[in-house]
């Protein structure tokens, strides 16, 4: 009987395998499946661009010669265009290089009132149509968080950048941090245009624009919220967004607060 025991188990070991194996075969396919749709939209994002660029050249093949009014207007077109694409093609590069972040970044520690109090002065000085209101209050000073530096000013471009571009009458944005138990917030508020409870559940997939159209004429291709999530994810964190359609929106950052415990330990990390 001691064989057949042992029979036994070698096939629940077979079964565990077999498992384990169709899991990993799952995972793949559904790795596949995205990285096929992926490919997908970004051949769909980019149909419109080029698609416009070809309108201008076929308008200087035919009329440019002779008008020096369409030239010029074909020209600058193109070229804003071709910015466009640019663009896009950085952000399609962020987003995927989003994904493998903490790969890179394993033990990277930031200061929160720091980058803030850099960032937003920084984006003042860019934006002095606007009035960014900066509220660390409840943020102690030496609050920092597990990420690289970069990423953070990263994420509030992100998010300040849309805040001011769909705002509508009061030119304001309000950035505010704290702690809050074992989580340090950051949220980002403005007094803009706002988004349906329906569209808040879809703008953080990536491509998704409430109005295509207008998104587009502000510059907009989709993609700024799908990176912040990705970036956000990455380092355990969470972003979330309350907004009320003409009132305004509010996005929230959460992260980890780090303890001197593990702050020390991560510098040990890094070190060796
Ligand atoms: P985009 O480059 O188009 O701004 P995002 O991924 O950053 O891409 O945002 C996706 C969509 O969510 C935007 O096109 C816009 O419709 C909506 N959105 C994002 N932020 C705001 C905001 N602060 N107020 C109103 N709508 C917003």
Redesign the pocket.
């Known amino acids: 009987s001691d064989v057949r025991i042992r029979e036994l188990h070698r096939n629940d070991e077979l079964e565990d395998l077999a498992l384990s194996f169709n899991q990993m075969l799952d995972r793949m396919q559904r790795y596949i499946d995205q990285q096929k749709e992926f490919v997908s939209d970004v051949s769909h994002e980019l149909r419109t661009p080029v698609a416009v660029i070809e309108g201008h050249l076929n308008m200087l093949e035919r009329w440019g010669k002779d008008d020096p009014e369409i030239l010029a207007e074909s020209i600058s077109a193109s070229l804003q265009e071709a910015d466009r694409m640019k663009h896009l093609i950085q ?1 399609m590069l962020d987003l995927t290089r989003a994904e493998q972040i903490n790969v890179n970044y394993p033990y990277e520690v930031t200061n929160v009132t720091e980058v803030l109090r850099r960032e937003v002065s920084d984006m003042q000085l860019v934006h002095q149509d606007f009035k960014l209101q900066l509220d660390m209050e409840d943020l102690p000073e030496d609050a920092q968080i597990q990420i690289n530096h970069g990423h953070l000013e990263q994420l509030l471009v ?2 300040i ?3 001011i ?3 509508t009458n009061r030119k304001q944005i309000n950035i505010s941090a704290g702690v809050s138990g074992k989580m340090v917030m950051i949220m ?1 508020q ?1 007094f ?4 349906s409870e329906e ?1 808040q559940k879809k ?2 997939n ?1 491509f ?5 159209a ?2 587009r004429e ?11 999530q990705k970036l956000v994810k990455s380092y355990n964190g969470k972003i979330s ?1 309350e ?1 009320a359609e003409g009132q ?2 509010q ?1 929230k950052l959460e992260f980890p607060l780090l303890s001197t415990k593990e702050i020390a330990e991560l510098a040990e990390l890094k070190a060796q």
């Open positions: 952000e992100i998010l950048d849309n805040g571009k769909y705002s980002v403005d803009g245009e706002g988004i569209d703008i953080f990536r998704y624009r409430v109005d295509k207008r998104t502000k510059g907009g291709n989709g993609l700024g919220l799908s990176i912040a967004v907004s305004g929106s996005f």
